[in-house]
C-alpha cells in the first residue's frame, strides 16, 4: 500500500526579525507544473517584496527537489528552506518565504534562521497528513438506517463522498485500504440488518490529518 505525508491544508505564517517581514506560505502540490504556479501567484501578489525564496519536493520518493535563493547569499535561503521540507518528511509540498527588508543586515546564520522559522511557521499552521490507498465502498440502506450509519461514520472519521436516494440509501465513502475489510466487518456487525455493501474497484487516495 502506498502512502506519503502531505501538508493538511494550505496556510501562511509572518515573522518580524530586527524589521525584517518574514511572511511564510505552503501549498499542497502534486507535480512541478503546480508548484510553479503557486510560486508565480506568490511573486504576483508580494511583487514589491525584497526577495520571494523558494524550494519544493515532489514525489513518492521525493525524487523532485528545487530551491532558490532569489538574490539572498547563496545557501542561506532556498536550502535552509528545503532542509525543513525534510526534515518534516513531507512531499508534494512547495513553500515560498517572502521577505520585505527591514534595514538591518541580518548576517548569514541571522538570514538561514529567519526562513527557517518563517518556513516552520507556515508547515505548522498547515498541519500534516498522511495521503494514502483507499478503497471506495458503496453502502446500501433502508432509510430509517440512514442518520445512525451517518453519525457512526462522522465518529469514526471515515470520509463520505456522496450519498445517492433512490429506492434505498446508497452512501459512497472513502477508507483506507489497510482497514477496509475490518471496517465492513464492524458495520455488518453494529447494522445487522437492513443494510449491505460494495467495495469498489480500484483505489483512490484519502487525506488522513495527523494529530499536531
Given at each position: ?31 512541478e507544473e503546480e508548484a510553479q ?167 483512490t487516495w484519502l487525506s488522513v490529518?495527523?494529530?499536531?
Open positions: 500500500m502506498g502512502e506519503k505525508i502531505i501538508l493538511a491544508k494550505n496556510a501562511d505564517a509572518e515573522l518580524i526579525e530586527k524589521k525584517s517581514r518574514f511572511i511564510g506560505h505552503c501549498a499542497i502540490v502534486h507535480n504556479a503557486f510560486i508565480d501567484t506568490i511573486k504576483k501578489h508580494y511583487w514589491d517584496a525584497t526577495h520571494n525564496v523558494y524550494a519544493y519536493q515532489i514525489g513518492s520518493h521525493c525524487e523532485i527537489q528545487r530551491s532558490t535563493d532569489d538574490g539572498e547569499p547563496s545557501g542561506t535561503a532556498g536550502r535552509p528552506v528545503l532542509e525543513v521540507i525534510k526534515g518534516e518528511n513531507l512531499t508534494d509540498t512547495v513553500v515560498v518565504v517572502t521577505r520585505y527588508f527591514g534595514g538591518t543586515l541580518l548576517g548569514t546564520g541571522g538570514l538561514v534562521r529567519a526562513y527557517s522559522k518563517a518556513a516552520h511557521m507556515a508547515i505548522k499552521a498547515a498541519g500534516k497528513a498522511r495521503f494514502t490507498e483507499a478503497s471506495i465502498v458503496c453502502l446500501f440502506m433502508d432509510y430509517d438506517l440512514l442518520g445512525k450509519v451517518q453519525n457512526y461514520l462522522l465518529r469514526e472519521m471515515i470520509v463520505i463522498d456522496h450519498i445517492e436516494y433512490q429506492n434505498n440509501a446508497a452512501v459512497f465513502c472513502h477508507v483506507e485500504q489497510n482497514i477496509v475489510n475490518d471496517f465492513c466487518r464492524r458495520l455488518k456487525e453494529i447494522f445487522p440488518h437492513g443494510m449491505n455493501y460494495s467495495i469498489l474497484e480500484g483505489t490529518p495527523l494529530e499536531k
